[in-house]
């Protein structure tokens, strides 16, 4: 695939400008990024924050035509695997993943990532990866203080030897760069999914854990068990009965805290 990076200073939301470029003619490998977010979205209708020049905001076009609705489930987890491969690849830090589409960093939320999905006039569909990660913050609004992080936040807790400031753009194009290697490669490869869930499930964290999970048909408790070859998480209810449950409408939130 070939990368073509466009970026703004300032816009609504990277998704909603980069849904307009693929209305026109933008190619698949189109991403855009900003500088800040005036409408940044996050999952489920939250809002997601992104200050002037202090995280990243960016979203990837991809025009499938050979990949399956499976195949589509799977690009919300590569893109998680994606962000935290290249933050450990470049500065060292251990990352973990909260189901479904959270980055943490010492048990805080470093990214997060909005995948969306649209089909076009001529029929084809296009999907939209878009990824935000907390980069230069050093406080956070009240409501989410206690869950996010930053990289430059954990560097410094950590008192880690890097030296020079952690570059937007160069972390940018890593995660790009690794994501569209395992796309093109799943393309042609329908093992390289098992590979991807395999990196996924490494870093999960709520393997083990009770949580609470946040469905709008009725709110339930379990302990998470594991996660099946679509990454829909498994929830053992205190019955014993097993629940499969996708990204959809739900959220899984522990009993004792964030994660
Ligand atoms: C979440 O954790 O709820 C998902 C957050 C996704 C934020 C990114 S920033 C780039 C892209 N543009 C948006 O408006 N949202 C995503």
Same mark, same amino acid.
């Given at each position: 695939?070939?990368?073509?990076? &466009? ?38 209708? &939250? ?213």
């Amino acid at each position: 695939m070939n990368i073509i990076y &466009h970026y703004l200073e300032e816009t609504d939301s990277t998704n909603d400008r980069l849904k307009v470029m693929a209305e026109s003619d933008a190619v698949e490998g189109t991403v855009l990024s900003a500088g800040r977010q005036i409408a940044g979205r996050g999952r489920r209708g &939250h809002n997601w924050e992104s200050p002037a020049g202090d995280s990243i905001s960016t979203s990837m076009l991809l025009l499938p035509t050979d990949l399956t609705d499976e195949d589509i489930m799977i690009l919300t987890p590569m893109a998680a695997v994606c962000v935290s491969l290249a933050i450990e690849a470049l500065y060292e830090l251990p990352t973990q993943i909260k189901w479904v589409n959270d980055v943490l960093l010492g048990g805080k939320k470093v990214s997060g990532i909005l995948c969306e999905q649209m089909f076009q006039e001529d029929g084809r569909r296009a999907v939209i990866i878009g990824i935000g990660i907390n980069v230069h913050q050093h406080a956070f609004p009240i409501e989410i203080a206690d869950m996010a992080t930053s990289i430059d936040a954990e560097l410094s807790e950590r008192q880690m030897p890097f030296s020079g400031r952690v570059a937007r753009r160069e972390l940018t194009e890593c995660v790009w760069e690794k994501f569209s290697a395992i796309y093109e490669r799943q393309k042609k490869d329908k093992t390289v999914v098992d590979e991807v869930l395999e990196e996924y499930r490494r870093r999960l964290v709520n393997i083990g854990q009770r949580c609470r999970v946040m469905d709008p048909r009725g709110e339930y408790e379990g302990e998470a068990v594991g996660i099946d070859k679509m990454g829909r998480l498994v929830i053992e209810t205190g019955s014993g009965e097993r629940r499969t449950i996708d990204a959809g409408e739900v959220s899984v939130r522990g009993i004792y805290g964030y994660v």
